[in-house]
């Protein structure tokens, strides 16, 4: 019999990376990239110089990749979601009745 030579991935389990930027921070720099060739169209169809429709798109390009790779940096792959779940969790729980607390001895 032969002996077959497979090779290790080592990449499992290990989150989508490309160039620095993380998981889901990927497809956000994809859309925001998308959305200013959408801009760019729409103000070279509306007659916008070819010098200030480059110029805008260029700046917010350059602010969209800072911003997203800050976001990337500062949160990682699952950071933004887990602050925005974190919001929304309330800080006290108020109850006016003991019934919630009566409900579970009855049903023992």
Do not use: D
């Given at each position: 019999?032969s ?15 490309f ?7 990927i ?8 959305a ?6 729409i ?13 805008i ?9 800072m ?42």
């Amino acid at each position: 019999m032969s002996t077959s030579v497979y090779s290790i991935n080592k990449g499992i389990n290990r989150p989508i990376e490309f160039k620095g930027l993380k998981a889901q921070y990927i497809w956000y720099l994809g859309g925001g990239l998308l959305a200013l060739l959408i801009l760019f169209a729409i103000l070279y169809i509306c007659g916008v110089n070819t010098f200030i429709c480059l110029l805008i798109i260029v700046a917010a390009g350059t602010a969209l990749f800072m911003h997203v790779y800050k976001l990337s940096r500062q949160y990682g792959e699952h950071g933004m979601m887990k602050t925005l779940a974190r919001r929304s969790v309330p800080l006290v729980i108020k109850s006016y009745s003991r019934k919630s607390f009566t409900q579970l001895w009855k049903n023992k």
